[in-house]
């Protein structure tokens, strides 16, 4: 995390991080004004509010109420050493709290990370730069030895240069990336989260057995999102961007709507046509651009090159970006490695639907197939010495899906969590279901998952897929645990050998899709000087329901975005106009400004004057 720090009148400083601003001062006796707390005393309230904070998760996922419970921190100096210091926690707990809650309340003070991370000794470097806006070196790696090369499977270069070629690009672009987070709270599965220290808006997560391998996940996730314009997805780009050559890309077209607002003859082709318009509904003014807002230029389409026969097909961007959201994008140090990483997505999102809607009860890993990889067991048996039972399941479909699944029960909530993981090398599979379950996740987060339901309709309401792609988090049904599995266990491999592995893997996986029935369509991007690429096939990697196109366009935001920016010199009869035509939109109530208008508004201080 970046802490701007400015300075103020007399001895007062303000630090800027995030959306929050904190002012220090100093004490009238050293000369300042005591209007705040001084750095110091900041450092040590933040023990005793980190302690605080574990002894309420603690409470909360046990429904202990804590009004009765108190916390304070002493801080006592040592006479002759005032950098040596022991600081005193004291909880006071209710006479009700059992003993085992008390030791529990006790042993999760002990997790404060302020407190881990000056037992650990943070290590300070202090350098002079020649302007911090414009230093962008702040992924800071002190024991990624640049000479060390290490290999992992899926990846043409090892990690070590991927991680540097990444980093220079993105410095190179001048942006400033920092790690706000580690996590690594079972062996042999680290995740973190990455953002742009002057855009917190723009971030990513990335996961991984190893340290590295997690770091060169989030850094490849930012590129390939920068690559395919994913951040600010759904937001305002602004006039200037609205007016300019080219909204999205260079290579863009623009089409008017026919007579009657028919979609243009030169955007999708006849099997998409059959995907996104069965019923004949569906019009050219249902596709204006969201983020341009120009509905004057008609609609903006990307141009994607259809594999079957190479042929370069326009799909608007709105579409795309109402239908798929991040699904099928990737960046690689070479274009193969990115399509192996965009087409296992595919695969792992869509049989995960299947299942996941299907209530299919997946075949167990037999413990001698697992027993091939011992990294995995280890993670698996540290959650487990936890008190999470883990399933580790086949989710190929029969062996005919590069998909596998680990699933992790809470038994203290009853909740459940099914995480599912794409490869064409089943260990590599495996070991993307292990991370990405704990992906950003802490012990105490495996508190709030979903129960598991017997009701049908709660499993297949869209909504719930969504929640499932977000963060997996949605509710599974109690089929799916079923003893009695709707398919046989197969060791499946998909993964090829040599150093053209990656090419020949995507032609296997291409050639699953093509035995399917499916079309596929992709666009390489290469302007940032990294290789990415985005891959559709529609009437399979949708993540919202087509029908969404009609009924809950995201440019539905082109019908209130001018009149809500002008609010103030509306008259009343333009206001009674604008409600009438959100009532009309159907909008939904907890629906925010932010979300329907598609802008982020910069904070606003407001006092008396």
């Known amino acids: 995390m970046e802490i701007k720090v400015n300075y103020l009148d007399n001895l007062r400083q303000e630090a800027k991080f995030d959306d929050f601003t904190v002012i220090a001062d100093q004490p009238i006796r050293y000369k300042g004004d005591g209007s705040a707390p001084g750095p110091f005393d900041y450092f040590l309230a933040s023990s005793a509010l980190c302690a605080a904070y574990f002894v309420k998760v603690y409470c909360a996922a046990r429904d202990i109420p804590t009004d009765n419970i108190r916390l304070s921190q002493n801080n006592i100096v040592d006479p002759e050493n005032r950098y040596k210091q022991i600081f005193k926690i004291q909880v006071e707990l209710p006479a009700d709290i059992s003993d085992k809650d008390r030791q529990g309340i006790l042993r999760s003070i002990d997790r404060c990370t302020v407190k881990k991370v000056i037992q650990t000794g943070p290590e300070f470097v202090i350098e002079e730069v020649e302007s911090i806006d414009a230093d962008a070196q702040a992924l800071l790696m002190p024991n990624l030895a640049q000479e060390s090369s290490t290999y992992i499977e899926g990846k043409d270069l090892p990690l070590e240069q991927t991680i540097a070629n990444m980093s220079e690009i993105l410095a190179g672009l001048g942006m400033k990336i920092e790690i706000a987070s580690w996590r690594n709270i079972v062996p042999n599965v680290w995740s973190l989260h990455i953002r742009d220290a002057q855009s917190p808006m723009c971030f990513t997560n990335g996961k991984g057995s190893t340290k590295e391998s997690a770091l060169a996940s989030a850094l490849g996730e930012f590129i390939e999102r920068l690559n395919c314009n994913f951040f600010y997805n759904d937001q305002f780009w602004g006039q200037d961007i609205a007016n300019a050559e080219f909204v999205h890309y260079p290579d863009e077209k623009w089409f008017k709507p026919g007579p009657n607002g028919a979609l243009p003859k030169e955007i999708l082709d006849v099997y998409t046509l059959e995907v996104y318009n069965p019923d004949n509904e569906l019009l050219g003014t249902h596709l204006y651009d969201t983020n341009s807002g120009n509905t004057e230029r008609g609609i903006c389409s990307l141009p994607f090159v259809r594999q079957s026969d190479q042929e370069v097909v326009y799909f608007p961007s709105n579409l795309i970006e109402n239908l798929y959201l991040s699904n099928g994008m990737s960046a690689g140090n070479t274009l193969a490695e990115a399509q192996v990483q965009c087409l296992s997505e595919i695969f792992e999102r869509a049989v995960k639907r299947e299942i996941l809607e299907g209530e299919i009860a997946l075949p167990d890993v037999p413990e001698d197939v697992l027993a091939k990889y011992p990294r995995i067991v280890e993670g698996i048996k540290g959650l487990e010495e936890q008190g999470f039972p883990v399933l580790v399941k086949d989710a190929s479909l029969g062996g005919e899906f590069p998909v596998m699944c680990v699933t992790l029960m809470n038994p203290r909530t009853g909740g459940v969590f099914a995480s599912f993981g794409a490869h064409p090398k089943l260990e590599v599979a495996l070991e993307r279901s292990l991370t990405e379950l ?24 869209p909504n719930n897929f969504v929640e499932h792609f977000i963060d997996s988090s949605g509710v599974v049904s109690w089929r799916f645990f079923s003893a009695k599995s709707d398919h046989d266990f197969v060791e499946w491999d998909f993964s ?5 592995a990656n090419a020949e893997e995507v032609k296997t996986m291409l050639n699953i899709l093509e035995e399917m029935g499916k079309e596929v369509y992709m666009a390489v991007y290469e302007h940032l000087g990294a290789t990415a690429c985005r891959i559709i096939v529609p009437d399979y990697s949708e993540i919202y329901l087509v029908e969404d196109l009609i009924w809950d366009n995201t440019n539905k935001a082109l019908l209130f975005r001018e009149d809500i920016l002008n609010l103030h010199r509306l008259d009343d009869e333009q206001l009674e106009a604008l409600v009438e035509r959100l009532e009309e939109v159907e909008v939904d109530d907890y629906t925010d400004i932010v979300t329907l208008i598609g802008i982020e508004f910069d904070d606003i201080l407001c006092g008396d004057n």
């Open 438 to 461: 704990l992906q950003g996740r802490s012990f105490e987060g495996l508190n709030d998952l979903p129960k598991p339901t017997f009701s049908s309709n709660a499993v297949t309401e």
């Open 496 to 500: 090829s050998a040599g150093e053209n």
